[in-house]
């Protein structure tokens, strides 16, 4: 089964991801990796209008530590 069509979101950003966000409000949904919106997606179990993906967003991938704290990104 296919999914629900939907409108594709790649922002470069945080500031266009967060933007994005609260343009599109609950009818958006964050993609970060290969989780499981996308299998209830193609069995419309999730439906959503807008689908930001986050992997081009820098700052947001990778494990790096800072000022004596362990930073995990998405």
Known sequence: MYSAPF???APATLSEALALLGQYGDEAK???GSQSLVPLMKLRL???AHLVDLRKVDGLTGVREAQGALLIGA
Do not use: K, N, T
């Open 7 to 9: 409108e594709y979101h």
């Open 30 to 32: 964050v993609l970060a």
């Open 46 to 48: 999730a439906q959503p």
